[in-house]
């Protein structure tokens, strides 16, 4: 055990660490009671408001027909009485902003009724719009200053719910976030434009199949979170880790995770009561929590509800996330959203698994029974294919961040290129249509399919071959997007999903249609069609190891993008084919996506300029007086040894006077360039500084360190490490 101070206590605290009592027991309280306790739901709606108003209210949500504002006032009414009933004093509009958090602000149901005592109070037009002083979010230029409020509009197709505290309870309805022309100041709002413009293309396509629904086309998602929870102990005696959530040092473990004893593990006492409160808190809010376990990395964890509509299940995510760190401190704990916390072992991911589809027609990415079923299946799959290549940039640049970069291509995320997985089997079957197509032209013996002619083969309903290594990879009746960070918000990859989907699903229908109209018959139009998609866009499927050096040779070969960093990645969003399917798809306006490319970009800067004052103030005060300390004590006993006639080496002497100055001068260099790029003012120039500049000196800084924190004695080592860290629970 060590024996300085600031980590002795936190030991101390964890040896000594003892439950509290639980707030409920599902043996006296059973889950289907809790299940939406704290939801303004289907069925509270259903029982309380007026019939009409309710059934209004219904077609808007479940059809995504507009809402008619006349019911707002009934609406609002009746949500009032029952957030008071659970104890709101309070609501709150909450919205997404491109910041990637959740901001809420605080208004009373109460007001003075002007005798002394109040009533309470709260509109059909307090309920739709609400007027946050919002002008300090950041909007890239989409709302200049003299018309800074930005305005929120109730997102009618997201529950509201109530949120508790020991001291009280709030009313939060979702909401979207705009200027007063009408711009995109959030994360939700192109998402559900994004949604409509899927629906629509989708449509086209079921309907040349002579399929039809009821029901809209929606995006289904199922997010993986990933987390670690540690001691909050040592994370209050780091900076690093309570500043910018990953440790900036820390010399690598005798032991991580190289026995994978990890990943399915028992998972600790302390930390399962966590994530027993964590799901129950989670039930009230009807969010479907499933699974548990223990991920690779120690002291890493999982938690993954049921899939859900995307718009519900991204705001459920930000609620996972934001339990999680609010469970975590009443047991000590400090949950760590960030994507690479600890060096050299894994960082944290969010699965976005992505299927298109509805209550009436399943998932659409579910392989059929019948050979017409089945050519629906392969369209829906091609559109994908075509979707991934060609608009691979776009996809890489909605999972960049600094915190991202650490983890992409480090041998435990995908890789930076985004390549699509099919499995073996269904790639055979996109590579025969391809060998039927060339048959045709070369005459050659090879195994050919015709859509609605032969049988398909029988499709994989599970790829039994579950590929780790691929950021886009074909589940079985869903595609699983891998390249998503922990702490990253899931909207800008759906909306982007949605957007590639919408593109290649209308692409489809125009193909079809236009060959129906030259009288080509049906089957043999949608043979056409993936044809064409297995031989101009088949570059992009990869089915082998995506971390190997082979892959990425290849990759390029294939004209892959292998963007792998940030500032590389955020230009992307501005390309001319990005902006123009963003606007043709009518999600956003190219200066809705320059703004996001802007805001982006200055968080990239943000993070690493403000990493990069932490290491200068960490190696300052508190790395190099522990490496001086030590110099000096080997530098008296030298002298001492000398004095007395003995042989004096200093080799250890020597390696930490190394080190020291490697660090020093660094550090020097480092507060130089900081100083430098600070007074530029170009985001974009100023991202490639901190890039290409201050991000390799930090690690120098790091190296050197880390070779310290191994040579000076323990009790003079302020910083807890990574054994303490991530072994002590
Ligand atoms: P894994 O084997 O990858 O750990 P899980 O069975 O835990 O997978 O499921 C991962 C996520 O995928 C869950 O959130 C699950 O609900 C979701 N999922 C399952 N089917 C679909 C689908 N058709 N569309 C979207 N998400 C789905
Ligand atoms: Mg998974």
Same mark, same amino acid.
């Given at each position: 055990m060590s024996s300085n101070n600031a980590r002795r206590s936190a030991i101390q605290a964890i040896t000594t660490y003892k439950a509290g009592e639980p707030s409920f027991s599902f043996s006296e309280t059973s889950p289907a009671e809790i299940f939406g306790r704290n939801v303004f739901s289907d069925r509270i709606m259903r029982e309380r408001l007026p019939k009409t108003v309710y059934q209004s209210l219904h077609k808007t949500i479940t059809f995504g027909e507009r809402m008619d504002p006349s019911i707002a006032d009934a609406v609002a009414a009746v949500m009032k009485d029952w957030a008071i009933e659970k104890g709101a004093t309070h609501f709150t509009h909450v919205f997404y902003p491109l910041t990637g958090q959740t901001a809420e602000k605080h208004d009373s149901f109460i007001m003075p009724d002007g005798q002394g005592g109040v009533i309470t109070e709260f509109s059909g037009s307090m309920l739709i719009r609400g007027e946050p002083d919002a002008s300090s979010f950041p909007s890239g230029g989409l709302r200049s200053t003299f018309e800074a409020r930005g305005y929120t509009a109730w997102d009618v197709t997201s529950p509201a719910y109530i949120m508790e505290n020991p001291n009280g309870t709030f009313l939060c309805i979702p909401t979207m976030f705009l200027s007063w022309t009408g711009m995109a100041l959030d994360k939700k709002t192109p998402l559900l434009r994004s949604g409509q413009a899927v629906n629509r293309e989708a449509?086209?396509?079921?309907?040349?199949f002579n399929v039809h629904t009821n029901l809209p086309i929606v995006a289904y998602v199922g997010l993986e979170q990933e987390y670690f929870f540690i001691d909050h102990n040592f994370n209050f005696a780091r900076p690093d880790l309570q500043i910018a959530g990953r440790t900036l040092f820390g010399a690598q473990p005798a032991k991580g995770q190289e026995f994978s004893d990890q990943y399915f593990g028992v998972i600790p006492q302390r930390v399962l009561s966590c994530m027993l409160e964590v799901e129950r808190e989670l039930y009230k809010l009807a969010v479907p929590v499933r699974t548990r376990h223990n991920e690779v990395a120690p002291s890493q964890y999982e938690i993954a509800p049921l899939y859900e509509p995307s718009n519900l299940a991204i705001d459920h995510n930000h609620i996972i996330m934001a339990t999680l760190r609010n469970v975590a401190k009443r047991y000590g704990l400090k949950c760590l959203l960030h994507e690479k916390p600890f060096a050299g072992i894994n960082g944290s991911g969010k699965h976005v698994n992505y299927s298109l589809g509805n209550a009436e027609l399943g998932s659409l990415f579910d392989p059929g029974e019948t050979p017409h079923a089945n050519a629906k299946f392969l369209v829906f799959c091609a559109a994908m294919v075509r979707a991934v290549?060609?608009?691979?940039?776009?996809?890489?640049?909605?999972?960049?961040?600094?915190?991202?970069?650490?983890?992409?291509?480090?041998?435990?995320? #995908?890789?930076?290129?985004?390549?699509? !997985?099919?499995?073996?089997q269904l790639t055979e079957v996109f590579e025969a249509f391809r060998a039927g197509r060339a048959e045709d032209t070369q005459g050659?013996?090879?195994?050919?399919?015709?859509?609605?002619?032969?049988?398909?083969? #029988?499709?994989?309903?599970? #790829?039994? +071959?579950?590929?780790?290594?691929?950021?886009?990879?074909?589940?079985?009746?869903?595609?699983? !997007?891998?390249?998503?960070?922990?702490?990253?918000?899931?909207?800008?990859?759906?909306?982007?999903?949605?957007?590639?989907?919408?593109?290649?699903?209308?692409?489809?229908?125009?193909?079809?249609?236009?060959?129906?109209?030259?009288? /080509?018959? !049906?089957?043999?139009?949608?043979?056409? !069609?993936?044809?064409?998609?297995?031989?101009?866009?088949?570059?992009?499927?990869?089915?082998?190891?995506?971390?190997?050096?082979?892959?990425?040779?290849?990759?390029?070969?294939?004209?892959l993008p292998d963007l792998t960093t940030t500032p590389?990645?955020?230009?992307?969003?501005?390309?001319? +084919?990005?902006?123009?399917?963003?606007?043709?798809?009518?999600i956003l306006k190219p200066m809705e996506l320059a703004a996001r490319q802007?805001?982006?970009?200055?968080?990239?800067?943000?993070?690493?300029?403000?990493?990069?004052?932490?290491?200068?103030?960490?190696?300052?005060? /508190?790395?190099?007086?522990?490496?001086?300390?030590?110099?000096?004590?080997?530098?008296?006993?030298?002298?001492?040894?000398?004095?007395i006639g003995k042989d004096a080496r200093t080799h250890t002497l020597d390696e930490v006077t190394t080190h020291l100055r490697t660090l020093q001068t660094n550090v020097v260099k480092l507060e130089k360039l900081?100083?430098?790029?600070?007074?530029?003012?170009?985001?974009?120039?100023?991202?490639?500084?901190?890039?290409?500049?201050?991000? #390799?000196?930090m690690q120098e800084i790091r190296t050197a360190a880390d070779a310290l924190e191994v040579l000076v004695p323990d009790d003079l080592w302020a910083l807890p490490?990574?054994?303490e860290i991530l072994f002590d629970k």
């Open positions: 449509q086209r396509v079921l309907a040349l290549h060609k608009y691979a940039g776009l996809l890489r640049a909605t999972v960049a961040s600094a915190s991202n970069d650490h983890r992409l291509g480090a041998h435990e995320a #995908p890789p930076a290129i985004m390549s699509i !997985f099919l499995g073996d050659k013996k090879k195994r050919r399919i015709n859509v609605g002619v032969d049988t398909l083969p #029988p499709l994989p309903t599970d #790829p039994g +071959d579950r590929n780790r290594t691929s950021p886009m990879a074909f589940t079985g009746n869903r595609f699983e !997007f891998r390249a998503l960070g922990s702490s990253q918000s899931a909207a800008s990859s759906v909306t982007a999903l949605n957007a590639m989907m919408a593109d290649s699903l209308g692409f489809a229908a125009d193909w079809i249609e236009r060959e129906l109209a030259n009288q /080509v018959p !049906f089957n043999a139009a949608v043979q056409s !069609f993936i044809c064409h998609v297995i031989e101009e866009h088949s570059a992009v499927i990869f089915n082998g190891d995506g971390y190997s050096e082979v892959w990425h040779k290849e990759a390029h070969r294939r004209g590389q990645a955020l230009p992307e969003l501005t390309k001319p +084919d990005v902006v123009d399917l963003f606007e043709r798809q009518g802007d805001i982006y970009t200055d968080q990239y800067c943000k993070t690493v300029h403000t990493e990069a004052k932490l290491v200068i103030r960490m190696a300052r005060t /508190v790395i190099y007086p522990a490496g001086m300390r030590y110099q000096g004590e080997l530098a008296r006993t030298a002298k001492e040894l000398l004095a900081v100083q430098e790029i600070e007074g530029l003012s170009d985001h974009s120039v100023m991202a490639q500084r901190y890039c290409n500049d201050i991000l #390799p000196i490490n990574y054994e």
